[in-house]
């Protein structure tokens, strides 16, 4: 059964990088085609920030498509999330997700972690 | 972009009735080889979410049928019968037809 864990610092300071990591287990990372990431502010819905393919193509939400960046890491089963000058309105749960190319849903989550930016 | 819009926002149910979820789309979410990229998850309190419902109307592994999903174009429903405690939580829809990927608000399941 595969599994997600996303890690990373649970605070970040205004104007720094926020970045998180999902350690796949379970299965192979070369064997899905797109994993995603989800954030959700405290109280409110989900938000799509982005996938990425195992090959490495990305997609982001317009919004954040200037600070965000994905990678892939097939050697060490893991992808990353990198999401420059943040500020409060980034605080959020943020997942760890695969999308399921055919079906157009995440199918598998993280357990999610929360990221706070203040100062 | 598409934008979804559910409804209502918040649902209390006597256990053992029927809900019934809106989610309505500025955008047709039918693809030109027939099947509405519309997903379904739930979110129980302290919990990721999880899928329910794909391309409209297909269970996902392990839902119960009391779970169904219907509705084509803009116009989607998620039904959920004989309607039981464990059911509680917020219901958002989704769509994958088109990026940037969006979900509706939500909507508050609450058991009476």
């Known amino acids: 059964q595969m599994q997600l864990h996303e890690s990373g610092p649970g605070l970040v300071k205004p104007s720094d990088t926020l970045s998180l990591t999902c350690t796949v287990s379970?299965?192979?990372?070369?064997?899905?085609?797109?994993w995603g990431w989800i954030r959700q502010p405290p109280g409110k819905g989900l938000e799509w920030i982005g996938y990425?393919?195992?090959?490495?193509?990305?997609q982001y939400w317009p919004s954040l498509r200037s600070r965000a960046t994905m990678s892939i890491d097939p050697s060490r089963n893991q992808f990353s999330l990198k999401l420059s000058s943040v500020t409060a309105v980034d605080t959020a749960v943020y997942y760890c997700?695969?999308?399921?190319?055919?079906?157009?849903?995440?199918?598998?989550w993280g357990q999610g972690t929360l990221v706070s930016v203040s100062s | 972009d598409i934008v979804l819009t559910q409804s209502p926002l918040s649902l209390p149910v006597t256990p053992g009735e029927t809900a019934s979820i809106s989610c309505r789309s500025t955008?047709?979410?039918?693809?030109?080889?027939?099947?509405?990229?519309v997903g379904w998850y739930v979110q129980k309190p302290g919990q990721s979410p999880r899928v329910l419902m794909f391309?409209?109307?297909n269970r996902a592994p392990g839902v119960p049928d009391r779970f169904s999903g219907s509705g084509s174009g803009t116009d989607f429903t998620l039904k959920i019968s004989r309607v039981e405690a464990e059911d509680a939580g917020v219901y958002y829809c989704m769509q994958g037809l088109a990026n940037p990927i969006a979900f509706g608000q939500g909507t508050r399941l609450e058991i009476k």
């Open positions: 379970g299965s192979s990372i070369s064997n899905t085609h797109w």
């Open positions: 391309l409209g109307s």
């Open positions: 990425i393919s195992n090959t490495g193509d990305t």
């Open positions: 955008h047709s979410l039918l693809n030109y080889n027939g099947y509405n990229y």
């Open positions: 997700a695969t999308y399921h190319g055919t079906e157009r849903v995440f199918d598998h």
